[in-house]
C-alpha cells in the first residue's frame, strides 16, 4: 500500500489554509496559485514542490512517521483542486461571492482535517458504500 507521511500531509494543509486567509483577507486569488499548482502538479506528474521543500526539514526517515493512505489523498487533492480553481476563475471573473465561498469552503476543510477529521474522506467512504450496495443490489 502506497502511503505519504502525515507531516508532508499536514504541510499540505497548513499551505491551503495560509494561503486561504491572506486570499480572503486580501481579496486576491493569486496567492491561491501556490497550492493549486503544487497540488496541479502532484497529481498530473507525481511532483509536488512544497513537499519536496519541506521533506527537507522532517527530523527522521519518512517511513518513521504515521503515515497517510496514498489514493485518500489524491482523492483529497482533486477536492482541493477543484475549489482552488473555481476560486480562481471567479476571482478572474470578479464573482466575489463564488470566490469567497469556494475559498472558505477549501480552507475550512483543510483547518478540519489539520484538526483531526477528514471531510474528504467521508465522503469518498460514503460514496464507495453507496457503490459497494448499488451493485450488491443489481446482483440480487
Request: proline share 4%; charged share 10%.
Amino acid at each position: 500500500m502506497k502511503t505519504i507521511p502525515k507531516p508532508l500531509v499536514m504541510a499540505n494543509q497548513w499551505t491551503i489554509v495560509l494561503s486561504v486567509i491572506v486570499s480572503l483577507i486580501t481579496q486576491s486569488a493569486w496567492i491561491l496559485l501556490i497550492p493549486l499548482i503544487a497540488n496541479l502538479a502532484s497529481l498530473l506528474t507525481g511532483f509536488h514542490p512544497i513537499l519536496v521543500i519541506v521533506k527537507r526539514f522532517l527530523s527522521k526517515p519518512t517511513n518513521e512517521y504515521i503515515q497517510e493512505d496514498y489514493a485518500q489523498l489524491r482523492f483529497n487533492q482533486w477536492l482541493a483542486v477543484g475549489f482552488l480553481f473555481v476560486a480562481s476563475v471567479s476571482s478572474l471573473l470578479n464573482w466575489t461571492v463564488l470566490f469567497n465561498l469556494a475559498t472558505f469552503m477549501v480552507g475550512l476543510a483543510a483547518l478540519i482535517a489539520i484538526l483531526g477529521f477528514c471531510i474528504g474522506c467521508f465522503v469518498r467512504f460514503q460514496y464507495q458504500q453507496w457503490n459497494y450496495r448499488r451493485k450488491n443490489s443489481a446482483m440480487r
